[in-house]
């Protein structure tokens, strides 16, 4: 069907248990290494959807799409494998035509706005940081999770527009916090993947050259998935952004692969330790001790680490006995937009939670 898409059809069989062994067996032979010669040999994977006639389709153009989407679903769930269309898949497809529609003119519209988490460097409890987070306040669906609104806008190529536009908020606040109370709060900006491979002019970079602000005052957030196998033009961006003294800082760390050998190569300033790590330090020994090991490897590599998703005064104990440099979580604050930070950051350190002893 497609440059490597195939369809199967099945004209006699009714019943799931023939389906599911006829699929087994595809999946069994895809699975075998394909001998290229030479010596080469390659391995592939094989997604499989599966839509039956008549309840998903009366037709092949029906039955196609829907197969197509329940393949999807096998991709996204980390491929090989196979899976069956459900009228709740057309249902979340329709879902997501609509969303990204109105996704559409959001920003225009004024839906968007930049939400400010404070960064707690942890021996003093002070805000020395902020992460923005995005929001989209939906007309009618109220706040939609940029969880659910982030992947829709790479798909459909609005990425590029916001993102430009959230460091551009960005630098803005920056500024007026700096007016406001004397302070220049750094702030840690989140790029996708997709964002960071598509966005070829990064204007966003100009305007913020332009704005005059202290070194070291932006840093951009990505996942280690992109440091794996860099493209050149990946390379050239973090160059740039070294040029420019922006911080590099790994997102979600601990998650993916963790290969540790771009630590170096690439010069990152900050490891966030997913929240998943600090969900469990409490009660799980082995987190405790994965925990400590990757606070101490990045500090030898000259690395600062910030512990996301900090709920509780225990975690936050540990996590400070561990030598962690910063704090962020529901424990210290919530995101909060632009005027309450600001809010936050003008009352006396004394008004500044203190730890319990
Ligand atoms: P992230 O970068 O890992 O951001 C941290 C998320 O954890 C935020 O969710 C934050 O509200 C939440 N969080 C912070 N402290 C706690 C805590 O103590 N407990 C719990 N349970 N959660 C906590 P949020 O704001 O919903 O953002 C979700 C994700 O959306 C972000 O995850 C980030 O990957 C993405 N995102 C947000 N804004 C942007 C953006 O401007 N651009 C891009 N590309 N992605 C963004
Ligand atoms: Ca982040
Ligand atoms: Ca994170």
């Known amino acids: 069907m497609g440059g490597d898409e195939f369809t199967v059809i099945?004209?006699?069989?009714?019943?799931?248990?023939?389906?599911?062994?006829?699929?087994?067996?595809?999946?069994?032979?895809?699975?075998?290494?394909?001998?290229?010669?030479?010596?080469?040999?390659?391995?592939?994977?094989?997604?499989?959807?599966?839509?039956?006639?008549?309840?998903?389709?009366?037709?092949?153009?029906?039955?196609?799409?829907?197969?197509?989407?329940?393949?999807?679903?096998?991709?996204?769930?980390?491929?090989?494998?196979f899976c069956y269309f459900t009228q709740n898949m057309q249902?979340?497809?329709?879902?997501?035509?609509?969303?990204?529609?109105?996704?559409?003119?959001?920003?225009?519209?004024?839906?968007l706005e930049v939400y400010y988490q404070p960064i707690i460097e942890m021996t003093n409890r002070r805000i020395e940081k902020a992460e923005a987070l995005l929001r989209w306040h939906h007309p009618h669906r109220g706040m939609v999770s940029p969880a659910v609104f982030i992947p829709l806008a790479e798909e459909s190529g609005l990425i590029l527009s916001i993102g430009a536009w959230v460091v551009d908020q960005t630098v803005q606040a920056i500024k007026d916090w700096h007016e406001a109370t004397g302070q220049w709060i750094p702030v840690s900006v989140n790029k996708s993947p997709v964002q960071f491979a598509r966005d070829e002019h990064m204007d966003w970079l100009q305007r913020f050259e332009q704005s005059d602000l202290p070194r070291h005052i932006l840093t951009i957030e990505i996942t280690e998935g992109l440091l794996l196998n860099p493209?050149?033009?990946?390379?050239?961006?973090?160059?740039?952004?070294?040029?420019?003294?922006?911080?590099?800082?790994?997102?979600?760390?601990?998650?993916?692969?963790?290969?540790?050998?771009?630590?170096?190569?690439?010069?990152?300033?900050?490891?966030?330790?997913?929240?998943?790590?600090?969900?469990?330090?409490?009660?799980?020994?082995?987190n405790r001790a994965l925990t400590e090991a990757i606070i101490v490897m990045a500090h030898k590599l000259g690395i600062r680490t910030i512990a996301e998703g900090v709920e509780t005064e225990?975690?936050?104990?540990?996590?400070?006995?561990?030598?962690?440099?910063?704090?962020?979580?529901?424990?210290?604050?919530r995101p909060l937009p632009f005027s309450q930070f600001m809010e936050r950051i003008s009352l006396p350190s004394d008004h500044v939670p203190v730890p319990v002893p």
Do not use: W
């Open 10 to 81: 099945l004209p006699d069989c009714t019943d799931a248990v023939s389906i599911d062994r006829i699929v087994q067996k595809i999946l069994q032979v895809m699975n075998q290494p394909f001998d290229l010669g030479m010596g080469d040999i390659a391995h592939v994977s094989c997604s499989i959807g599966i839509a039956l006639y008549p309840d998903n389709g009366e037709d092949s153009d029906e039955l196609m799409q829907h197969a197509d989407q329940a393949m999807y679903v096998v991709k996204q769930g980390g491929r090989n494998g």
């Open 91 to 111: 249902q979340q497809a329709e879902e997501k035509i609509n969303l990204t529609h109105d996704l559409h003119g959001a920003l225009e519209r004024g839906e």
């Open 231 to 286: 493209s050149t033009r990946v390379r050239d961006k973090f160059e740039l952004f070294r040029l420019h003294d922006i911080e590099l800082s790994i997102d979600d760390f601990g998650t993916g692969y963790s290969a540790l050998s771009y630590l170096n190569q690439f010069d990152v300033d900050y490891l966030k330790i997913d929240r998943s790590f600090v969900q469990n330090l409490v009660t799980d020994a082995t």
């Open 314 to 333: 225990e975690q936050y104990q540990l996590l400070k006995d561990f030598g962690c440099d910063y704090a962020q979580g529901f424990l210290l604050a």
